[in-house]
């Protein structure tokens, strides 16, 4: 967890470590994991900032697992409000999957044992509660697998979010254009305690509606190309990279010639990304937890909710090199600095010259992709038409035509192979995530796709998305949008699979 500044870099041992966010491993008894939700402080902008996290036993931020690992993990409710942690992609029994739908509220100072076999991967943990999210309440949760030890990659997380310095409640209501007013009543029972997340003095800049766009590389959207689009309904004071923005960023020792694999997970309430490499060629190589067949490039989308890991080889010329996250329709730009022993570190703005197009209604990457493992081959049982509706004035997102709190659950039998359209007719992209199941993206638009296993995809305005998975665990099983904003004012429903005679 030792952080370096630029200054202080080049006389750091080369022995100290990679990541910020690599998460330290920590055994509460001799199998078990701990993590306590609760606050901690952390300096953005030069302010100090207080923010919630998941802390483990050894005072990092999330967990890793090594092969074999179970999930046994005793989390403690350290906050001084209610709160309910969801493993975003594990796909855990139903009684365990941390969402408020199904799963009751861990109350002030109570503590929960969890235990499943979890799925490898690069996934992360989050509050099911929208203002407890923009908070901050998250953390990576890296399983790793045999094949990634015998690789012998130096991995690296980049844990991305948005911060700012308004209360969680003010960014809803600005977002939503509402003077005041608790948002998100049905997620979050217990509403914040003003008091304990109070960020500062200083009064912030404004926030509002930002970065109106066209769609853009919309290949397979046919007609829709060069729409006008909503992008960024909010200004968040900074973007952060492992809690760290680039005027002071995380500096990662690395080898010359040393083999990266670099773990990124879009923990953002509402902000979308480029990921780029700036020249070094990548591979990207897994998406949301799941191989893929590997895509070279150096520029990567990636939605709220989504994660990807890309393998960097880096050269032997021991100059340092950053990964940035550019933040889509706009120019502010967060990241990292992977840097040889003795490299100069470079200062980076956190505004780039130019602005970075939309990610949303570009779907070329993900019309590239391909899973390593696809589904097997089945036809579908059942066949859904979901409709993603809403506008940016009234702020209402709706599932089916209804808000989460007049929803009507989609039943489908355990077992089957259903087949999803995403069909959004608003003129924002909604990332949707699926709890309890991964999916495979079968067409973009009208277009047949063999694409990724993902659990969270990025729908573009005016556009669809169809998915492929089998029904699991009878359960009612939440599916959302991953944009804060979007969730807490209606975008939510449930999948409820219904156990078969």
Partial sequence: MTR????????????????LLLPARAR??????????????????????????????????????????????????????????????????????????????????????????????????????PQQ???????????????????????????????????????LAETSGSTGGHHGEAHAPAPMDHGAMHHGEAKAPTGGMSGMGKMQGMAGMGSMSGMPMDLNDFDFDAYLANDRTLDDPEVVTVERNGRIRMRIINGSSMTAYWIDTV????????????????????????????????????PGDGVARPVLALREGAHEQTGLILAPEGAAVPR???????????????????????????????????????????????????????????????????????????????????????????????????????GALRDTVFVPAMGSVTVAFDAGEAARWMMHCHHMGHLAKGMMTELQVRATA
């Fill in 348 to 450: 980076l703005p956190t505004r780039a010259e130019t602005e970075t197009p939309p990610v949303a209604g570009d779907m070329r990457q993900e019309l590239a992709l391909r899973a390593a493992s696809p589904l097997a081959v089945r036809e579908p049982d059942v066949r859904q038409m979901v409709m993603l509706g809403g506008t940016m004035n009234p702020y209402v997102w709706t599932i089916n035509g209804a808000v989460w709190e007049d929803h009507m659950p989609i039943a489908v039998p355990q077992g089957a192979r259903v087949e999803m359209m995403f069909h959004n007719m608003s003129m924002m992209a909604h990332p949707m995530h699926l709890h309890g199941h991964v999916f495979q993206v079968v067409a973009i638009g009208d277009q047949p796709v063999q």
């Fill in 133 to 171: 999210e923009i908070a901050m309440l998250a953390a990576p949760l890296i399983v790793r697998s045999p094949e990634e030890i015998a690789a012998d990659r130096q991995e690296v997380v980049m844990f991305l979010h948005d911060f700012s310095f308004k209360s969680p409640e003010e960014v």
């Fill in 28 to 129: 509460a008894a001799s199998d078990r994991f701990s993590l306590t939700a609760s606050t901690r402080t952390i300096e953005v902008n030069g302010r100090a900032a207080t923010v919630m996290g998941l802390t483990n036993g050894a005072g990092g931020q999330g967990l890793t697992l090594d092969p074999g690992q179970r999930f046994a993990v005793d989390l403690a409710n350290g906050l001084d409000v209610e709160t309910i942690i969801h493993w975003h992609g594990q796909i855990p029994p139903n009684a365990l999957d941390g969402a408020p739908n199904t799963n009751p509220m861990l109350k002030v100072g109570e503590r929960r044992a969890y235990d499943f076999t979890p799925r490898t991967g690069t996934f992360w943990m989050h509050s099911h509660i």
């Fill in 279 to 314: 020249g070094l060629q990548a591979r990207l190589v897994a998406v949301d937890g799941d191989a893929v067949e590997p895509l070279t490039g150096t520029r990567f989308p990636i939605a709220s909710g989504q994660r990807m890991e890309i393998d960097l080889d880096m």
């Fill in 4 to 19: 370096y500044s630029r200054r202080g870099f080049l006389a750091a041992s080369a022995a100290v470590s990679g990541s």
